[in-house]
Structures are given as structure tokens and as C-alpha cells.
């Protein structure tokens, strides 16, 4: 019996060694979660598809309590998902922890319109969608485009994303279309392909201009008119309920409202070209002109017009109306 235990002992020692050896090659400090052929120490757990074999459930993310009970709960399959495939043929889950029940925050996925990779089709996202643009995210809990993004080349070069936007870009352009994601233009100026030329060039989004000393002026805490927005304060790419992948909660977009707004969160519906509830969570006039004071229908109020269509006047924007 004392023999027994005592070759218990011992197995238990070994495993608390061998423990930061194995898991040596993946650190949050240098943003490195993906498993590398040193895994091991020496690469000897390369290769290897059954991560029962060396870790006890139990133990894993001990240190970590926002993440263990998620581990607990879904087991080794999850594993892969932030890990990688570890050099085997093992499937990636991520949707298996980012659901509304596990992580209903990361990100928001209550809705099938996103960037599903499939024109005019909804449907809920895949490990697969997720991988595309996250392959080797880091999941510190901050958004960090040049880590956080899978590396999309620029016309033959792997040049860091200088902003959300940016990578966006990547792959909604003419003339550098992506391997595996090209996309042809539905009609002129379709910015699913042309998105760079308009973004960059004829969207005042894209180009910050003018002082904002015009008829219209005014904008919401955390923003300003030398403000270069990113695509994702108004496209929700996990999940909305509107057309064009525009968002219809403040906490899916507007990254740099002020959060006693964002976090409410403020309801956009948009309907018929009218984007009112969405131009309002950003803008608001500072002078009482054409009703700017009426609600917009989602609490808030400070555009001009908040029935009918606003395409009749303003194209994503609207870069010569530099008050706006």
C-alpha cells in the first residue's frame, strides 16, 4: 500500500514539474496562445491530439477564474479553439465557449445578419466564419487589430493593421482581393469591393475634415471631427438584426462613445433607408434647427430628420458636408 502511494507521489511531483514545460510555449505576455512545435519543452507534445494524455481537467486555468468553470464546462474540446490544433487534424471550436450561454458578451451573437461570408444568406456564425478574421487571437479581453486579427497581406506584404479599419479593407477592395475571399461587384460603387476607394477618398468617415462649424455641428462625447471611424462603430460583424450588418445595439459598435451611453445600450432600428437611430448615437446638433430636438425613436434626439430616408441626401457620409 505505502508503495502504491508513494509511486502516487511521485507521479503527482512529476506532473507539477513538467507542468510549465509543457506549457512553456504559450504565454499571454508576449500575446502568444497558439501551441508551437516546441510544445514540450522539446517538441515532444507536438503532434499530439489528445490533450487528456498530459493535462487533468481540473487543473487546467486554475490561475485563470474567468476562464476555468467556461474549461470545466466544455472540457478538452475546447482546447483547440484558443490553443490551435497543435500540429494534428483536430477541429477548432469556437462557438462551443462564445455562445449566449458561456460568453454571450464575447462578442454579442443574438443575431444570424453577420459576416457570414454569405452574400444575402443568414445564418448563425461557424468555427470556420470565426477563424477567418480571428486565427490566432491571444483573448486577453482587449481588442488589438494587429494581434487580435488574422495577417492579411497588402500586395504581397504582411504590414501590421493600423486600425480595425484597415483590415477591413484587406479584403473589401478592388484591386488586392484576398485568396479565398474574392468578391465581385454587384453594381457601381458596390463597397463591398470598392469600400477602400469610397473610405478612403469620398467617405467623410474615412478622411477626417473641417472643424464641424457648419449648420450641424455636434457630436456625442468621444468623438470629434478629426475622428477617423472605424467600420465596426456602425457594422456589426457577430450579429444584428439590420440590413447591411449595421448595428442595432450601441454596445456592439460606437467604440468610443461615452460608455453611460454605449453601455445602456441604445437601440438602432433602421427601416427603409431611414438610418436615423443610428447617425443619432454619434451626432447631435448643438442648435435647435429643423427638429433637431425630436426623439429619433431610440431615446435620443440631435439630427435633422428622423422619418423617411436619409439616402436622399447623405451617401456613407458625405465627405463635402465637413459640418456634419
Known sequence: ?????????LVIGLVFIIKPIFAGDVSLLNNQLMLTPNHGGDGSAWGQAECMNCH????????????????????????????????????????????????PKSPIMQEAKNHNFKLEQDSVLTDEDCLACHKSSDMDGKFEPKIDLTHFNLKGLDLPYQSGSDFCLRCHNQDNQQVGYTMQARFERDPLVKMALNYKH?????????????????????????TNVECSDCHAMHGTHNEKLIIDRTDAGVS?????IRMQP????????????????????????????????NGLSGVHQVSGSCLDCHTHGMAAQTGL
Open 1 to 9: 500500500m505505502n508503495k502504491k502511494i508513494s509511486i502516487l507521489m
Open 56 to 103: 487533468v481537467l481540473r487543473g487546467i486555468h486554475r490561475t485563470a477564474p474567468a476562464i476555468k468553470p467556461i474549461v470545466q464546462n466544455t472540457g478538452y474540446a475546447s482546447c483547440a479553439g484558443c490553443h490551435g490544433q497543435n500540429g494534428t487534424a483536430i477541429k477548432r471550436e469556437c462557438v462551443l465557449c462564445h455562445n449566449k450561454q458561456l460568453l
Open 256 to 260: 468610443l462613445l461615452n460608455d453611460a
Open 266 to 297: 441604445i437601440n438602432v432600428h433602421i427601416e427603409e433607408g431611414n438610418y436615423a437611430q443610428l447617425c443619432v448615437t454619434c451626432h447631435q446638433s448643438v442648435h435647435d434647427v429643423e427638429e433637431t430636438n425630436e426623439d429619433a425613436g
Open 202 to 226: 469620398l467617405d467623410y468617415h474615412g478622411t477626417p475634415k473641417g472643424g464641424g462649424n457648419r449648420t450641424y455641428t455636434g457630436l456625442r462625447d468621444g468623438y470629434s471631427y478629426k
